[in-house]
Structure formats: C-alpha cells, structure tokens
C-alpha cells in the first residue's frame, strides 16, 4: 500500500510506519530530556532538535550500521536513530559511568562505532573534514559504505565546510554533506547571516550535486534520499543534500524557540512532521490509533527503562581522569613521576649515508610497504614529492592511491586524517611548515587530541602530522620561521617529536606512524639538507620518551632538541676548550619526554641550560627547566638557564634572525654565566 503525504510524494506504508517509529523514539527521548530538566531530576546541557525527526528517522530505513555517520552537539535525534543504546547514551549524558563513552565525552562527543556514529562534535562544521576521512578509508578498502556528516544551516558560513566540500569534489568521495536547515544558525535567523537564497546550489561550485529536499515530508525526503545515497553507493559521491525544517525549540536549553517571531513559531509548529505523520497514518489507514499508541508506548517505556538504568550508574570517577589521555597512562607527563623507557636496540644491518629528507622519505616507504593502511598526503607530496624533497618518488613508487595531493586547505588535511584513523588507517599528514598550525589547529587540538579521551577510549587518532620548522635559515620572514613546539606540548593527547639527525629521523618517524596516539613530528629544515649520516636500510625503531646523550660531560648539562642540539656541540666543542665540560642531552621527543636521564645528567653536573629555537618567553624550555629545579634544587651549583629566541617575530633581515634565535657562540656565553656563578 502507497501512502501519499500533501506534496503528492508517494512511500509504502510499512515503511512509513517504520520512519513514524523512529520519530516516536526520537519524541520520548526529547520528551523524557526536557522533563527531566525542567524537574530539577538531573542537569546537562542540551541543544534540542525539536521538528527536525524526519530526517534521521527516514535516514535510519535506508542504511545500516555498516554506514558512517558523523553529527553535531545538536544530534541527539541523529544518535538515537542510527541505534546508539538508549540507556549508554543517556549515562553517557549524564557523565556515568555506563555511559557509551564512560561518561567521559558527554552527549555533545558521543563516539560509537557498533552503531556507526563515529564522532560527535561540538564544534560547529568541524564535523565536515573528518566525515571525508570515513569516506576515504571506505573508498580506499573497496567497501560500499556511505559517510552521512550532519551539521545545521548556521555551518555553511565557517571555513572548514567549504574545504571539506571542496576536497571531497576533488577526491569524489563518498559523503553525503547534510544540511539540516532548521532556519536557525545558533540565535541567529537564517536570514540575518546569509545572503543565499539556498544552500544546495553552493555544490555547483565545487563541482558536484546538490540537492533540496523537503525535511518535513517524510515520503518526498525518503525518496530523494534514496536516490542519493544509491548514487554515493554507486560511487557518484559527493552529494549535498540541504533537508529544509524548522527548529522549534531554542538553541540551548528547553521549551519554545523564544527567538523566533509568534506567526513564525506557529506555523512551525502546524507544519511539526511528528502530529502530522502520525494524522497521515491514521486517515490513509496505514495504520489505526491503537497501534500508534503502541507504538508510542513502547518508545515512551524504552526511555523510562533506559533513564532509570542511567540514573542508577555511578558517576564517572576521578580514577579516570588521566587514562585514555594516550593508549599508555605512562605517557602522561605527571610532577614526581619520571618513567626511564628502554633505549632503541642499535641496528646492525646495512647502513647507506644519506640526508636527513632521504631518511623521512625512507621512514614512509617503509611504513606505506609495512601497512597498506599507511598513506601520505598533503600539498604537492605527489610528483612534485613535496616542497622540501621529503616525499619525492613515492607517489612513482607506491600509486596516487597511497600518496596523494590535496587541495591547499589545511583544515580538511587534518580532518580527513582524523577520520581515516578513526576507522584504523594510519594516515600521513604533510603540513608545509609549522607556521601553517594556527589554520588547523581545530582538528588537531579539539579533535585528534581529545577524541581517545572523549570517546572514553572507544575511538582513537592514529596519526602522524609532519611539519617544517624553518627557523635559523634566514629570510624566511616572520611567517615561515616559527617554532611553535610549545602550543602542542601544551595540549593532552598530543605527542610531539623533533629528531636532529637522520638515523632519529627515520627511527623516531616510523615509531610515530605505528603509534597509537596522534604525533606532531617536526622537521627542522635546516637539517633537511644540513644533515647527513649513516642510517640503516631495513625498518628500525626508536622509542619515543627516550634521550640521547650526544655528547658527555661533567660541568654543566645542555638540554635541547632539532637542530639546536647541533649548536650545543659546536658550543660545547668550543667551551671545552676553555676547560668547561658539557654534557649534551638531545631530548627527541618532548611528549612523552624522558626527565629521568635529563635528571640524571643534570645530578652528575649539577649544572643546566636548556635550549630552543622558540622564543624563550613561554617557551618549552621553562616547562624543563623547572622541572630540573624543583627536583635538584638542593643540589644545584647554580639556577637552571634557558636560552631560546628574543620575542619578537622572527626577522626577514638575516642580520636580525641571526642575532635573536640562538647559535653556538650564544649558547657559549650563557653556559659561562652559569659555570661562574657563586652563590
């Protein structure tokens, strides 16, 4: 039997009975919430999305759980239609322990691969270059699965939409962006930050389809979207889909959407899909009242019960807090405690002399030949091999599958990392040079860094960001000479590495690659070309949290990392000279960091300098530097230095670049300091 709605759209009635049960589900689950609230019974925030039950009720009887989904703080509906558990999704809201995520994450970064709703974000259209990575490792394993990335109107305004649409038309990937247009960007009305009459036309301009479909009318929006999502199965992908609604409830919060005009809120109210479906049923004699009411009782029952459990979860406890920040809690960096990792088995195969970029391109052959989840990408790391060479064959080598070129958009970059390593692949990101971090920092410190912990250690980013640290060249100027080390080390999740000879440089990369956790690898590129030594052939590891003693000393320890380290030898070849003893320390990686042989060092000379390329003002180097202090104060034979840049940017004049980033004749001079003070 055909039910047809009031636009004339024609759908079968078991299927409109299936859509009209989701919707009840989604009704109780809203209902239940608001009264909740309203009761005092419990508290968190909740961002309704009363009126828009249509579009994942219909979505839910035309894919799986085999499908990826990707939805917004606003998703609750999304959630409860794609199959999250009822009662895992209300603890998890409640920050339970029972909850899908161990109550870590809360509603708004709900991840549950069993039901394929992958990643919740709280960050408006952050959502959009992720979903492109869920499309990519389907694309790329062969596999039929679309990727559906919900976000509201108000999202088409932000950048990283535009890029996502715009990489995924130059990838033709499988994803569905779609708009649920609820007339409403946060308090904002539609018409108050846009000139666009519709938002299903922007597709044109990345070149593929959009389309705009009536998300009220549950008959006209199943048949579109069946139609679509047979065409991104078809491999016809990607499609943009704008769903018109009206949201009837307020951004945040309970009751009436207070913001919108009287005659405006009433007509939306008329046109509410939920009263309206079940009417249809009812006069086309799809189905009866009493079986409505069945239907709506045992949404209203499976939420009570599922409340009920919830409420009677314990609390996500303190216990928790530092686990799932990295895969091993031991990687948390935690005042007192100072972990010695065991120190890299030395290789004893074939060795080839080689430069440091020689030694990054090798790190990726071997990891892409290793795994064939492994795959590199970023701007021009195809045939041009990338700016700097650290690329160069590999896309010859290995197939424009493995290594790939992308659009000039940092944003979707990261994004589409973090979604392929959602779902197991190990993705290599290039991002030209470090001063290109402020453009993606979104997906790198919201997303990859926190989604292991968010997610309750349900999801988790294994993936390598490499960047290029151009300082200590000169005439790079003030934006392509950064070292910007301290904003990742400053965020939980992050691993951060910075190697300074080619053997680490290999080692520690295919360490980072085959990590669990996210890892910024910097690159200097100073050593790119500077640096030059024998590394083996054959895959060899370095762990990350292990130093490096380059060089022994007994009078003052210098502690530093890329290619500062190389300045503390030459310092330290000329100090020796003068009788002053340095010992070099070469940190490797900065997260984890390995204080146990920093403080070994610093307690047989009793001395200490840090040193960095970064401004010394906040930089790095304080964080070590009062770490030595605080654990040997009492030892010390002096204060603990540290000496790193002036603050200030970074010069286009060499005569000011080389004379505000230290070198080893500065490095000399502030060790002298040290070693002559008296107490």
């Not at 039910?3 to 759908?11: E, F, H, L, N, P």
């Not at 926190?450 to 790079?476: C, D, E, W, Y």
Request: proline share 5%.
């Amino acid at each position: 039997m055909q039910v047809k709605t009031g636009s004339g759209a024609a759908i079968d009635s078991a299927t409109l009975v299936e859509i009209y049960r989701q919707m009840a589900r989604i009704r109780a689950v809203d209902k239940g919430i608001q009264a909740g609230l309203s009761a005092g019974k419990f508290l968190f925030a909740y961002w309704p999305a009363t009126g828009q039950e249509v579009i994942p009720a219909t979505i839910s009887q035309l894919t799986s759980k085999r499908d990826y989904m990707v939805t917004t703080y606003r998703g609750i509906h999304d959630q409860v239609a794609k199959g999250l558990d009822l009662e895992g999704l209300f603890s998890e809201a409640l920050a339970r322990v029972g909850g899908v995520n161990k109550g870590k994450g809360g509603a708004p970064h709900i991840s549950d691969p069993a039901s394929g709703s992958m990643l919740t974000t709280a960050i408006v259209g952050a959502g959009a270059p992720i979903a492109n990575g869920l499309a990519f490792a389907a694309k790329s394993r062969g596999e039929d699965r679309v990727t559906i990335v919900n976000f509201g109107d108000g999202a088409t305004s932000i950048g990283a939409v535009h890029e996502a649409m715009n990489f995924a038309g130059s990838w033709k990937l499988p994803v569905i962006f779609l708009c649920q247009n609820n007339q409403w960007g946060e308090y904002t009305p539609y018409a108050g930050y846009t000139a666009s009459k519709d938002l299903a036309s922007r597709a044109a301009g990345y070149g593929f389809k959009g389309v705009k479909l009536d998300g009220n009318d549950p008959a006209a929006f199943y048949n579109g979207m069946k139609d679509v999502i047979a065409e991104i199965r078809a491999g016809n992908g990607p499609i943009f889909v704008e769903a018109t609604t009206y949201r009837l409830g307020p951004h945040a919060g309970i009751g009436d959407n207070h913001n919108a005009p009287k005659e405006e809120l009433l007509a939306g109210k008329e046109a509410w899909p939920v009263p309206r479906t079940r009417a249809l049923l009812i006069e086309s004699g799809a189905a009866t009242e009493a079986q409505l009411a069945e239907i709506e009782e045992a949404a209203r029952a499976e939420v009570e019960a599922a409340m009920a459990k919830a409420m009677a979860s314990p609390s996500c406890p303190k216990e928790e807090m530092l686990l799932d920040v990295y895969a091993d809690v031991g990687n948390v960096p935690v005042r007192g405690q100072y972990p010695r990792r065991e120190a890299e088995v030395e290789p004893t195969g074939e060795t080839k002399n080689m430069l440091m970029l020689e030694a990054v391109i090798q790190a990726q052959a071997t990891a892409i030949e290793l795994d064939k989840g492994v795959f590199s990408f970023g701007e021009d790391v195809g045939k041009p091999g990338g700016v700097f060479g650290t690329s160069k064959g590999l896309q010859a080598k290995y197939g424009a599958d493995r290594v790939l070129d992308t659009p000039i958009a940092e944003q979707a970059i990261i994004g589409c990392g973090v979604g392929a390593a959602l779902v197991g692949m190990r993705p290599i990101a290039e991002i030209m040079f470090n001063d290109f971090a402020g453009v993606c920092m979104d997906p790198i410190f919201n997303h990859a860094a926190k989604q292991r912990f968010m997610s309750g250690g349900a999801t988790h980013v294994p993936m390598v960001i490499r960047m290029m640290v151009g300082g200590g060249l000169g005439g790079n100027g003030a934006q392509h000479s950064q070292s910007l080390e301290a904003w990742f080390t400053h965020v939980p999740g992050l691993k951060v590495v910075m190697p300074s000879t080619p053997f680490d440089a290999k080692g520690l990369l295919l360490s980072s690659i085959f990590d669990e956790d996210p890892v910024i690898f910097l690159e200097s590129i100073k050593l790119l070309r500077g640096s030059k030594g024998d590394v083996p052939v054959e895959d060899y590891r370095i762990p990350l949290g292990v130093a490096k003693v380059r060089r022994e000393g007994s009078d003052i320890t210098l502690v530093s990392y890329g290619w500062e380290v190389h300045e503390c030898l030459a310092a330290a070849t000329e100090l020796q000279n003068e009788g002053i003893s340095c010992e070099v320390v070469d940190l490797r990686s900065l997260v984890p960091i390995d204080y146990a042989r920093v403080l070994d060092s610093v307690k047989k000379t009793r001395r200490a300098l840090v040193v960095h390329a970064a401004t010394e003002f906040g930089g790095f180097g304080a964080e070590i530097a009062s770490t030595i202090g605080e654990e040997q104060f009492s030892t010390l034979k002096a204060p603990v230095g540290r000496l790193g840049a002036v603050f200030a940017p970074i010069g286009y004049s060499r005569e000011v670049e080389f004379n505000q980033i230290p070198y080893a004749k500065d490095i000399a001079a502030r060790v002298r300091q040290i070693v002559a003070f008296k107490h």
